[in-house]
């Protein structure tokens, strides 16, 4: 759904009894509920639960080069992550079928006990990721002789940064009513004003259901050691514990 900040602020102000039906803002309640719009989208980035989907980018590697820049203008120039979640070797020997590999996403402390950290190889198995601003770093180890590829999975989150009332909201289904009645929150306290009745409900009800959407599904495995192996065996009874 797209609409302009305008019409959103208008909202969120008429929940708080800051404007009447048909009135619009001043430019000082403009500037100020737009700072408080951004804000408060810049602090949803620190919750996955808040996203909008997964990100997945593909960057090259460099043979030789073991660190890379993230994000606007960076030697990888995509969105930078505030946090990778799952790191891919796509290795391109054959790049009809390429071959994927799963690539250890370490710390800044195991990266440390790395004793020799210019050792190269075919196949880099750790990434140790910085989320340093305004450009983050991607480091591995062993350092890649190949120019392949690597696949970074992370959190997307909805565009934040607006400057102008102009300027459009352009947000999946279901995320324009937590973000409207959320500021109206906010703009509450701003403003030092009364949220009308079943606003806070309609705000936790709206977070609430995209966070759903964001909740991981449990995956259940099984011990190989209960599952039937042959003609000869059964499987494990969790009900008699044969």
């Known amino acids: 759904m797209a609409i302009v900040i305008n019409d959103l602020l208008r909202s969120s102000f008429r929940c708080i009894g800051q404007l009447r039906p048909g009135f619009g803002h001043s430019p000082s309640e403009l500037t100020d509920g737009l700072f408080v719009l951004n804000a408060m989208l810049d602090s949803w980035q620190t919750d996955d639960m808040n996203a909008v989907c997964e990100l997945i980018q593909n960057f090259p590697l460099v043979p030789g080069t ?110 324009l009513d937590a973000v409207r009645y959320q500021l109206a929150i906010r703009l509450a306290m701003e403003w030092d004003k009364p949220l009308k009745d079943g606003v806070v409900v309609l705000a936790t009800e709206a977070l609430a259901k995209i966070q759903r959407l964001n909740a991981p599904t449990p995956q259940m495995t099984c011990n190989p050691g209960v599952l039937p192996v042959g003609a000869g065996r059964s499987g494990f009874n969790r009900l008699t514990g044969d």
């Open 66 to 175: 073991p660190s890379y820049t993230v994000g606007p203008g960076g030697a990888w120039n995509g969105t930078r992550p505030g946090k990778v979640d799952k790191a891919t070797l796509v290795v391109l020997t054959n790049p009809a079928q390429p071959l994927r590999l799963d690539i250890e996403i370490i710390d800044a402390e195991r990266y440390q006990l790395i004793n020799l950290q210019g050792t190269a190889s075919t196949l880099p198995q750790k990434l140790h990721y910085r989320p340093t601003f305004p450009l983050a770093s991607a480091t591995f180890w062993p350092v890649p002789t190949e120019a392949d590829q690597v696949e970074l999975t992370s959190a997307l989150f909805l565009a934040g940064g607006f400057v102008a009332g102009t300027d459009a909201f352009v947000a999946p289904p279901g995320y």
